[in-house]
Structure formats: structure tokens, C-alpha cells
């Protein structure tokens, strides 16, 4: 018999918590999804909020960025026309004006 007790022992607090949760849940339940549902929403603007943000301003960076790079290209590629590999700089012709 104390067997059966010591098993029992630990199941019946939780069986009967789990009987009053179901037979409560759904009384509770829609007032709960009325009063977090606005809550749920909210937040998941804010969310949608903060990742169109992120999104503007990775454009902006990725575009300054690539203008930087296309000003680096123009700059190198400048520099490389007005000097000839090979003659020291002094004794380079001088472009026309």
C-alpha cells in the first residue's frame, strides 16, 4: 500500500492543476486574446517599423559606398592616364592646354 501511496503521491496536485486549467482555459482564453491582441499587434509594427529603417539605411550605405568605389575607379584610372609606366615623373610630356 505504500507503494500505490508514494506513486500517487506526486500526480494528484498536478492532475487536479491540470483539471481546473482545462475547465478554466476556456473562459480565460478570449479575454486573454482580446486584451494581448492589440499588444501582439503593436508590436509586431514596431517590428516592421524598425526592419523597413533597417532596410533604408543599408541602401543608403551600400549606395555611398558603391560611389565611393566608382570615385576611387575614375580617380586610378585618371592617375594611370596622365602617368606612363616606365618614365620618372619629370620627364613625362606635359598634356596640352
Known amino acids: 500500500m505504500a507503494l500505490l501511496d508514494d506513486m500517487f503521491k506526486g500526480w494528484v496536485p498536478g492532475v487536479l492543476v491540470g483539471v481546473g486549467v ?20 503593436s508590436a509586431i509594427k514596431g517590428g516592421l517599423v524598425v526592419s523597413n529603417k ?3 539605411l543599408t541602401a543608403e550605405m551600400s549606395e555611398q559606398f558603391n560611389d565611393m568605389v566608382a570615385e576611387v575607379k575614375a580617380e586610378s584610372t585618371k592617375a594611370g592616364k596622365e602617368e606612363t609606366p616606365g618614365i620618372p615623373p619629370a620627364t613625362q610630356p606635359q598634356p596640352a592646354e
Open 22 to 41: 482545462a475547465m478554466v482555459a476556456p473562459k480565460i482564453l478570449p479575454v486573454l486574446m482580446n486584451v494581448g491582441r492589440p499588444l501582439i499587434k
Open 54 to 56: 533597417m532596410k533604408e
